[in-house]
C-alpha cells in the first residue's frame, strides 16, 4: 500500500506541513490507534479525527478506545457514564503528543527501520477487541463485595432451595412433589440494593430469611467480616418483611376508618397464589412463624423471641382446630398434620432451650392428629416426636431438680422421677442404638424422604441421649461448671456456686455414701473413672450433718461410676450421631463426602435448622468432665491400665472433634451458634486430632 492509495491530497498535505523535510515512504511511524473504518479496511490511518482515509472515502471516522494502550493523551476527568458507549471520539489533535519524524541520519543507529513494539501492541488490541470485549462485560471483578444468597424473587426457586438445604431437617412442608432440581442460586452484592425482588409472601420471606445466612457458591470470601455482616443484615431484613407480611394478611381496612363493621364483618379469605400446591393458605403464616422461631434461636441468640414467634404459631394452629384428629382426608392432610407435629415440636424446643415450663400442656389428651408420613420410613415421625418429649421431660426434671436444692425441701419425689425417666429412657436409647443409619451423607433429597428418615433419626437419638445426660449428669459430676457462658441448663463458671459449697458437698456426699467407687475397669461404653472432685473435697456420712442443712441425708438412686458412665456412653452416643447426621447437597446429584457449597469453594454445605444444638454443649460437658477426671487420675499411665487409658483418651478426643466440627459447620450459616463452638474448641487439643 502507497501513501496515495491509502490517504488522498488532504492526508497527505497535512503531513507534509508537519515534516517539511524530505523523507521516504513510512518514515513516520503508525499512529497508536486506528479509526474503526481504517482496521476493517485494512487501510493506513493518520490518527486525525476526521483522518485522511475517511475524508477521501466521504465515510463516517470512529475511533475505539483500546483496552491495553492506546493512544498517549492527556488524562482529563470524565464520567463513568462515558464508558458505556460503544464508540467515543478521541480528543483534539492538540491534545495528542507530536510523534517525531525518523530522518535519513536516524538508519545508521542501533535498531533503525525496526518496527517499534507499539506497533505489534496495536494490531493485537484490535484483535482482542473484537473478539473478546463483549465477554469481558460480564466478568465478575476480583474485588471483596459482600454478596448474598438471593432467588431473584422466583417463588419456585425458593420451593426448590427449601428441599435442598430446609427440609432434611425441619420438615414441616409435604414431600417435594418432583426431585429437586439443582440449586439456582442469584448473588446480590451489597452495591447493588437497588436491584433486591422482594418474595411475594411471609412463607416465601421467612424461607428466604434463613437461606440467606448460607454463604453464596460465588463468594471467594464468605467468612470476611464484611460479608457477614451483609449476609446479617440481609436476613434480618427478610424477616422483618415477614413479620410485617403476616400482619398485612390479618390487617382489616376497616378497622382505620369503621372500627364497628370491621367487627362485624367475618375475615376475609385471603386471594393470592399458594407458595406449595398442597399447602392452604391459612396455614402459610403458622410455617412462617415456626420458621422465624428457629431464625431468632440459632441465628439471633433470641430465646424470648423464638417462644413468641412459636407461641403465635400454637395459638393460630389451635384456632384451625390442626391439633385434633380428622378422619376426613383431602390434598391438604398432610401439610396439616406437619404443621401441627412441627409447631408442637418448636414449642417444646422453646421450653427445652430456655430451660423453662412449656407453655402448655405436653401430654394433653386432647392432641389427637395423626403422625404425619414419610413413605422411605413410616415410623420415624413417631420416633421423632417421642424423643422431643423425652428429652422435655429430663428438662422439666432439672427445673424441679433445682428448685428442690434451692429451697432444701424434699428430694425424695425429685430421686423417684430419676428412677421412673431412667425406666423410660434405657430401653429407647437401647432400640436406636440397633437403627440402620445407612444412608450416604451427601444423598440428595427425594420424593420418597429417605435423607428426611436419616436425619430425623439421627435427630432422635441424639435427643434422647442428651435427655438421659440430663437426668444422671448430677449424681455423675455433681453438677459442676465447664463452660464460661451458660448454655441450656449448664451453670457457667462465672456463677457463684464453688466446688467446695454446700450444695456441691451434699451432691458428692449423696453419691459417694452410695457405694465404693470401683478404680479403672474396661467397659463398653469405653470405660469410667472415679470422680476428680472426690481427692479434692472427699466428705464422710457426716459431711451431711451440717447446720445449714436441717433435712436428712439425700440418697441419690445411682452411684456416680454408675451414672458417669452412663453420660459418657451417651455422648459418645451423640457424637456419632451427629456424624450420621447428612449434608444438604445442592447440587442434586450424589457425590462424595464432603459436599462444597460451590464448586470453587472450600466450606462445606452447613446443615441447618440447629434448633437441638444444646444437645451438642450436653455432650461435650460429659466427655469433658470424663477426660478431666481421666487426667486427673492418670497424668502418666503406666502398666496394665495405659492402653485402657490410652483407648479412653483417644474415644475422648474423637468424641470432642465430632461435636467441635458440627458446631464449625452450623456456624458458617448461623452466628449464635459461634459462641457454642469458640466454648468447645477453647477445651479441645486440636493437635491431636482436629
Known amino acids: 500500500m502507497t501513501m496515495s492509495e491509502g490517504d488522498g491530497t488532504n492526508g497527505a498535505q497535512r503531513l507534509t506541513s508537519q515534516a517539511p523535510q524530505p523523507r521516504k515512504k513510512f518514515a513516520i511511524p503508525p499512529v497508536k490507534n486506528a479509526c474503526l473504518s481504517c482496521r476493517a479496511s485494512r487501510t493506513r490511518c493518520n490518527g486525525e479525527h476526521p483522518c485522511a482515509s475517511c475524508v477521501t472515502k466521504d465515510r463516517e471516522c470512529v475511533y475505539k478506545p483500546s483496552r491495553r494502550g492506546g493512544p498517549r493523551i492527556r488524562k482529563k476527568t470524565r464520567p463513568l457514564s462515558d464508558y458505556h458507549d460503544l464508540a467515543i471520539s478521541l480528543p483534539t489533535q492538540q491534545e495528542e503528543i507530536p510523534q517525531d519524524t525518523l530522518l535519513i541520519e536516524s538508519y545508521i543507529e542501533p535498531g533503525a527501520g525496526l518496527r517499534p513494539l507499539a506497533d505489534i501492541w496495536r494490531d493485537s488490541d484490535a484483535i482482542y477487541d473484537n473478539l473478546f470485549q463483549d465477554a469481558m462485560v460480564d466478568i465478575i471483578p476480583n474485588v471483596k463485595v459482600p454478596m448474598v444468597r438471593t432467588y431473584g424473587g422466583n417463588d419456585r426457586a425458593i420451593l426448590n432451595a427449601y428441599y435442598v438445604w430446609i427440609h432434611p431437617y425441619f420438615p414441616i412442608l409435604p414431600p417435594p412433589e418432583t426431585v429437586p432440581v439443582p440449586d439456582q442460586v442469584m448473588p ?12 411475594s409472601s411471609a412463607i416465601s420471606l421467612a424461607i428466604s430469611a434463613i437461606l440467606a445466612l448460607i454463604p453464596c457458591p460465588q463468594d471467594p470470601n464468605p467468612l470476611e467480616p464484611d460479608a ?3 449476609r446479617r443484615t440481609y436476613s434480618q431484613f427478610l424477616a422483618k418483611a415477614a413479620l410485617e407480611s403476616i400482619e398485612t394478611e390479618t390487617e382489616r381496612p376497616e378497622s382505620s376508618v369503621e372500627p364497628p363493621k370491621a367487627l362485624d364483618d367475618s375475615d376475609e379469605d385471603i386471594l393470592r397464589e399458594k407458595f406449595h400446591s398442597q399447602v392452604p393458605l391459612e396455614l402459610e403464616s403458622i410455617i412462617a412463624l415456626d420458621l422465624l422461631s428457629v431464625y431468632e434461636y440459632a441465628q439471633r441468640g433470641n430465646l424470648k423471641k423464638m417462644r413468641a414467634r412459636v407461641g403465635a404459631a400454637l395459638v393460630a394452629a389451635m384456632s384451625l382446630t390442626l391439633h385434633t384428629r380428622n378422619d376426613v382426608e383431602d390434598e391438604y392432610t398432610e401439610a396439616r398434620r406437619r404443621t401441627w407435629w412441627m409447631t408442637y415440636m418448636c414449642v417444646c424446643q422453646g421450653s427445652i432451650v430456655s430451660n423453662t415450663p412449656p407453655t402448655f400442656e405436653v401430654f394433653a389428651s386432647s392432641f389427637t392428629a395423626m403422625y404425619p408420613t414419610i413413605e422411605a420410613d413410616p ?3 413417631p420416633l421423632f416426636v417421642q424423643a422431643q418429649q423425652a428429652i422435655l421431660a429430663a428438662t422439666q426434671f432439672v427445673i424441679e431438680f433445682n428448685k428442690a436444692r434451692k429451697e432444701q425441701s424434699d428430694m425424695t419425689r425429685i430421686f423417684n422421677r430419676m428412677r421412673e425417666l431412667e425406666r423410660l429412657l434405657e430401653p429407647l436409647i437401647t432400640k436406636s442404638e440397633s437403627w440402620v443409619l445407612n444412608c450416604p451423607l451427601t ?4 420424593k420418597r424422604e429417605l435423607v428426611l428418615s436419616q436425619s430425623l433419626r439421627c ?11 440430663k437426668v444422671h449428669r448430677y449424681c455423675a459430676f455433681f453438677d459442676l461448671a465447664v463452660f464460661s457462658v451458660k448454655h441450656c441448663d449448664l451453670k457457667s463458671t462465672t456463677e457463684k456456686e464453688t466446688v467446695d459449697s454446700p450444695d456441691v458437698v451434699q451432691l458428692q456426699s449423696c453419691c459417694t455414701t452410695m457405694s465404693t467407687t470401683p478404680s479403672v475397669h474396661s467397659s463398653q461404653s469405653g470405660g469410667s473413672v472415679s470422680p476428680t472432685l472426690s481427692s479434692r473435697s472427699t466428705p464422710n456420712a457426716d459431711c451431711c450433718g451440717f447446720s445449714y442443712q436441717p433435712g436428712p441425708v439425700l440418697q441419690f438412686p445411682f452411684s456416680t461410676h454408675h451414672s458417669s458412665k452412663i453420660c459418657l456412653k451417651s455422648a459418645l452416643n451423640i457424637a456419632q450421631a451427629f456424624d ?8 442434586g446429584l450424589l457425590c462424595d463426602t464432603p459436599c462444597y457449597i460451590g464448586p470453587s469453594s472450600t466450606l462445606i454445605t452447613p446443615r441447618t435448622m440447629p434448633s437441638f444444638a444444646c444437645c451438642a454443649m450436653q455432650c461435650s460437658y460429659a466427655l469433658l468432665m470424663v477426660k478431666d477426671r481421666t487426667e486427673s487420675m492418670y497424668p502418666t499411665p503406666t502398666g496394665e491400665s495405659a492402653p485402657l487409658v490410652d483407648n479412653l483418651r483417644d474415644r475422648l478426643q474423637q468424641g470432642l472433634v465430632s461435636i467441635l466440627v458440627t458446631l464449625e459447620n452450623y456456624a458458617t450459616s448461623f452466628e449464635a451458634l459461634g459462641g457454642m463452638r469458640d466454648q468447645i474448641r477453647d477445651k479441645v487439643d486440636l493437635a491431636l486430632g482436629f
Open 459 to 469: 435427630i432422635s437419638r441424639i435427643k434422647l441421649n442428651s435427655a438421659r445426660i
Open 188 to 199: 446480590l452484592f451489597e452495591t447493588q440494593r437497588d436491584k433486591f425482588e422482594e418474595p
Open 443 to 446: 444423598q440428595p433429597v427425594d
Open 228 to 230: 457477614i455482616r451483609w
Open 379 to 381: 415410623e420415624a415421625w
Open 580 to 587: 450420621s447426621l447428612p449434608y444438604p447437597n445442592p447440587t
